[in-house]
């Protein structure tokens, strides 16, 4: 009988990076796939020349509000790059280019992640850990993987 690979990706991710991992055979050995970091995710508003917006006082009271609504630019460019990270994942699946997925990252942005992706990705999510380990030397990534692999 024929023994088949399974193409199984781990997807380690924060709101800036995003480290895939590739592993033929269950416990078998990580390849690092692809690394992507966006820089602009990280940033300050400030640092982007965007500071939040004043805030003045009402005549006759104590009140104070803010002159007008502010965009959270780094959110915005954090959300930005997920989605993308997500088409990628998206054309891989479709491409048939992994039957398991395991996506580590904290709740957010897994949500962030899996809100843009197709039935077929879906599919093929096996695991969801609610970790960021994207700073974890690759050294201690599959003992910490394999360690939530065993909680119930």
Request: aromatic share 8%.
């Amino acid at each position: 009988m024929l023994n088949r690979k399974n193409r199984e990706w781990i997807l380690f991710a924060d709101r800036a990076h995003v480290k895939i991992y590739t592993r033929h055979y269950v416990n078998g050995a990580m390849q690092e796939h692809f690394v992507l970091e966006h820089p602009e995710a990280r940033k300050f508003q400030h640092d982007q020349g965007t500071d939040k917006p004043g805030r003045g006082h009402v005549a006759g009271s104590d009140s104070r509000h803010a002159y007008e609504d502010h965009a959270d630019f780094p959110e915005q460019e954090s959300a930005a790059f997920l989605k993308e990270v997500s088409r990628e994942i998206n054309h891989a699946a479709e491409n048939d280019e992994l039957d398991k997925l395991i996506l580590v990252a904290l709740p957010k942005t897994m949500a962030m992640i899996k809100s843009e992706f197709s039935k077929k990705t879906i599919k093929k999510v096996t695991a969801e850990y609610a970790k960021n380990l994207t700073n974890m030397p690759e050294i201690k990534l599959k003992e910490r993987l394999a360690t939530m692999e065993e909680l119930p």
